[in-house]
């Protein structure tokens, strides 16, 4: 029975190392702006919209593993509304929440597809985040250089491919 808890407990860590959320604090109803490269997503009365292709109900946006979407509630009213993954790993934004103002921020650490929707409004109100691996970096950018030889040669390096003319 030990094992048995021990296996249950280690798997739903797994399912939460996925992403890492927080709840940004609202101040006089005006949220404080997102950091550089966050995605946003506007949670409306009854949709949600990504602010960077407008696509609705299903929202679809990508990231790269460390990237941020930010949830924003904007003019619903009194409609209440929340963030609710549907799937591993589990995220939700916290109580349901009426009125403008409301942010939900999380980061996504893990390549994946995140499926979401509000909890209140099910398949009227979707979105789904695409997490990709962290891009490779290009190699650091060397100058080209001419070198001419004792044979008269002339050689160009570092311009994608080694020429050498003669």
């Not at 407990?9 to 996925?18: E, I, N, R, S």
């Amino acid at each position: 029975m030990q094992t048995m808890t021990r296996l249950a407990g280690g798997l739903l860590m797994v399912a939460l190392m996925g992403c890492q959320s927080s709840t940004a604090a609202v101040v006089g109803g005006i949220p404080s702006p997102p950091d550089p490269g966050t995605v946003l997503v506007t949670v409306g009365n009854n949709f949600f919209r990504s602010d960077r292709n407008r696509s609705v109900n299903a929202a679809v946006d990508t990231v790269a593993v460390g990237g941020k979407v930010r949830w924003e509630w904007i003019n619903t009213g009194s409609a209440p509304h929340n963030i609710a993954s549907l799937g591993s790993p589990n995220f939700v934004s916290g109580p349901v929440e009426t009125g403008s103002g409301n942010v939900y921020e999380l980061t996504f650490t893990t390549p994946g597809v995140y499926r979401y929707n509000c909890a209140i409004h099910g398949d009227l109100m979707t979105g789904t985040v695409v997490v990709t691996a962290s891009p490779t970096m290009p190699p650091p950018y060397m100058p080209p250089t001419m070198m001419v030889g004792p044979s008269a040669g002339l050689r160009i390096q570092n311009f994608s491919q080694f020429f050498y003319y003669r």
